[in-house]
């Protein structure tokens, strides 16, 4: 089992829908949650981190989390199509020291 | 304007000859790191550093050394490259955060496509 896992994907969303991406983790350990989204050809920029259960939102972006369940999510509003990217689930057990990240889900918004 | 800057871009060798990545940071961050980028695979990380001289080894570290003598540089180094080192590989920064607190993640550097034949 992979340490972060991730939708397999690929996700498509119609423009102006909400998408919704999905990570679990299975280190009890892990403190702080990181949403990184990488376009094609480019490398990974941070969108979001999230430590405490519940949510955090910011803009257009709401990230979820759920220590219990060891689940973390990223919900996008009135998606775009610059939307489109593969977006990375990462959790560390400290802070961005040591991060692990899942495999990524693509998800392509369509006009 | 704040970065992570590796170089070269891209690079091709050959099976055996030694070669250093180099990366730096003009954001005084404390924390820096390299990953490979494998298709199927992710990214995977190598070796990370929480200060200068601190370095520790993440879950792909075998065939590379890092050193971190000084906080903006973290060069990357293949003493004897083999194929199956072939990989993008990203140099990543960041500043320090506190447990218990929402922390800051990486900020990457623009990648070194290397192949080695």
């Known amino acids: 089992q992979k340490e972060v896992e991730q939708n397999s994907g690929p996700l498509s969303v119609p423009e102006g829908a909400i998408a919704s991406l999905n990570c679990t983790y299975s280190?009890?350990?892990?403190?702080?949650f990181f949403w990184y989204r990488q376009y094609s050809g480019k490398s990974p920029e941070l969108i979001m981190s999230i430590y405490s259960n519940g949510d955090k939102e910011d803009g257009r972006f709401t990230a979820q989390l759920n220590k219990a369940s060891q689940y973390v999510s990223l919900l996008i509003r009135d998606s775009q199509p610059s939307d489109s990217a593969t977006y990375l689930c990462?959790?560390?057990?400290?802070?961005?020291?040591?991060?692990?990240f899942g495999d990524g889900t693509t998800l392509t918004v369509k006009p | 304007e704040a970065q992570v800057t590796q170089n070269p871009r891209y690079l091709i060798t050959v099976t055996g000859k030694k070669l250093t990545v180099t990366c730096s940071q003009n954001?005084?961050?404390?924390?820096m790191s390299w990953y490979r980028q494998d298709p199927g695979l992710g990214l995977r990380q190598i070796y990370y550093?929480?200060?200068?001289?601190?370095?520790d080894k993440g879950d792909v570290p075998e065939g590379y050394k890092v050193s971190r003598k000084e906080k903006r540089n973290f060069p990357l180094i293949l003493e004897s490259p083999s194929p199956n080192q072939t990989s993008l590989y990203f140099c990543?920064?960041?500043?320090?955060?506190?447990?218990?607190?929402?922390?800051?993640?990486?900020?990457f550097g623009s990648g070194t496509r290397l192949t080695v034949v």
């Open positions: 550093s929480m200060n200068v001289e601190v370095t």
């Open positions: 954001m005084n961050h404390e924390y």
């Open positions: 280190d009890r350990g892990s403190q702080s």
């Open positions: 990462a959790a560390s057990n400290t802070n961005a020291g040591k991060s692990t």
């Open positions: 990543a920064s960041s500043l320090r955060g506190w447990r218990g607190s929402d922390n800051y993640g990486y900020t």
